[in-house]
């Protein structure tokens, strides 16, 4: 049994909605809203769902880059909402994210030998040759040149660019890395040479992943499991073929059905979900998804699933799961 290397138990996002004279509370955006996960050392969790779904606010709880309502986050056992500001900084070497944007992500007035030997820098390497020389590895590792050292962020291709901010990610040897969106900016070319740096990087040095994506195509190439999330809750979780071959949840289901399949010898009928995505301000009563499902039924508006395994090691939110009818 894989050990994990994270865990988060009944985490909970809400952020108030502030009005009135007095900026009282008024409402609050459910983003997160008792999600219990782990992953396990060496693996890749992909997290999928649409925009506005809280999949990154629960990257960045996980992280502590937001303080959570309630709930609890472990990291190697350890919970790290006791940790003082001290304790936090020294375990943020090994735990770092991959934003979307590495453009915006990466200081443009800054050399990349300046932006990936920062956090090395800020971490006590105060020796600027050893800084350059490992700066210079980094760059080897993924794929970059001595030469490309002394240039600016925009003198460099997306795909190149994503490349730094990987370095810079890697400078600290971290355990954990978080990718919010990492490859969704990037040419479908450029996305699968990233996507398989991330894997050789791995491979290379033991990293856990949490991958974090709105296109199931992207996560299905890289993922050992995968977590479905829609409105603030985890509706499906299974290793990933699982969920590719047999998704359990109606939400699942239609996603999966929307994503390209490069054999043109298969094919899946679309389902066409209706509605826009409700508001997280005042979510569905019942199950979340009621208002845009297929099988809903009168209980689905009452009463909320509870994340349950329906078959082996298949987890999913759902009152009619495995029945006839949903799959
Ligand atoms: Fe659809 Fe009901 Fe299942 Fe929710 S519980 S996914 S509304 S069938």
């Known amino acids: 049994m894989v050990r994990s290397l994270v865990?988060?138990?009944n985490l909970v996002k809400h952020f108030p909605i502030r009005g009135g004279v007095f900026l009282k509370e008024i409402a609050s955006v459910k983003a997160v809203d008792?999600?219990?996960?782990?992953?396990?050392?060496?693996?890749?969790?992909?997290?999928?769902?649409e925009s506005g779904c809280g999949k990154t606010t629960l990257g960045r709880?996980?992280?502590?880059?937001?303080?959570?309502?309630?709930?609890?986050v472990f990291f190697q056992g350890k919970n790290i909402l006791l940790l003082d500001k001290e304790q936090m900084r020294s375990l943020?070497?090994?735990m770092q994210i991959i934003f979307q944007d590495p453009f915006s992500s990466l200081n443009p007035r800054k050399t990349v030998s300046h932006i990936v030997g920062e956090p090395l820098l800020v971490h006590g390497l105060r020796s600027r040759r050893e800084r350059e020389e490992r700066v210079l590895e980094l760059l080897r590792v993924v794929g970059l040149r001595r030469e490309h050292m002394r240039r600016y962020p925009h003198?460099?291709?997306g795909g190149q660019r994503q490349r730094i901010g990987v370095a810079r990610a890697l400078a600290l040897h971290p355990k954990l890395m978080i990718c919010d969106e990492a490859v969704s900016a990037l040419d479908v070319s450029i996305q699968a040479q990233v996507l398989n740096l991330l894997k050789d990087l791995q491979e290379e040095f033991g990293l856990t992943?949490?991958?974090?994506?709105?296109d199931l195509a992207v996560v299905e190439h890289v993922s050992d499991r995968l977590a479905v999330m829609y409105l603030g809750k985890i509706v499906e979780l299974a290793e990933s073929f699982q969920i590719y071959q047999s998704p359990l949840h109606p939400y699942t289901q239609a996603l999966l059905s929307a994503s390209p399949i490069p054999d043109p010898a298969f094919r899946r009928d679309r389902i066409i979900l209706k509605g826009d995505v409700p508001s997280p301000i005042d979510p569905p009563s019942g199950c979340r998804?009621?208002?845009?499902c297929l099988y809903a039924e009168d209980i689905c508006t009452q009463k909320e699933p509870?994340?349950?395994?329906?078959?082996?090691?298949?987890?999913?939110?759902?009152?009619?799961?495995?029945?006839v009818g949903v799959h």
């Open 34 to 49: 008792d999600v219990s996960l782990t992953i396990g050392e060496g693996e890749t969790l992909g997290l999928v769902g």
């Open 306 to 323: 509870q994340l349950r395994e329906a078959r082996e090691n298949h987890l999913t939110a759902c009152h009619f799961a495995g029945s």
């Open 92 to 94: 943020r070497k090994d």
């Open 61 to 72: 709880l996980i992280l502590r880059l937001e303080e959570p309502s309630s709930g609890e």
């Open 289 to 292: 998804f009621h208002t845009r």
């Open 7 to 9: 865990e988060v138990k």
């Open 155 to 157: 003198q460099f291709s």
């Open 209 to 214: 992943y949490l991958f974090i994506s709105h």
